[in-house]
Nanobody, 120 residues
């Protein structure tokens, strides 16, 4: 069983920065593609970013491209989401999720989420 625990959320003013972390335990971290999702009230869940097993390939949604950066440290079993130039529309609960494959709609494990609130 893999457990994912997110941290780093909070309240920040527009234009500010936050770094989210997601620490995993259990099976081998490096065998999973790691993903960040977010869900705002009344909106559908959105895939924000993903990073492959070694960190060699990344994906960022158009809505965050140029502002957010996903990275991972396999030695620390941790994936990060650096969020810069935050906007009020970035307000959401952010979740990390682990998947076996790069192109997939199946995510095996999810964290509990961390709240990000951006004030204008």
């Amino acid at each position: 069983q893999v457990q994912l625990v997110e941290s780093g959320g909070g309240l920040v003013q527009a234009g500010g920065s936050l770094r989210l972390s997601c620490v995993t335990s259990g099976r081998t971290f490096s065998s999973y593609v790691m993903n960040w999702f977010r869900q705002a009230p009344g909106k559908e869940r959105e895939k924000v970013a993903a990073i492959d097993w070694s960190g060699g390939s990344t994906f960022h949604a158009d809505s965050v491209k140029g502002r957010f950066t996903i990275s991972r440290d396999n030695a620390k079993n941790t994936v990060y989401l650096q969020m810069n130039n935050l906007k009020p529309e970035d307000t959401a609960i952010y979740y990390c999720a682990a998947s076996r494959w790069w192109r997939t709609s199946e995510y095996e494990y999810w964290g509990q989420g961390t709240q990000v609130t951006v004030s204008s």
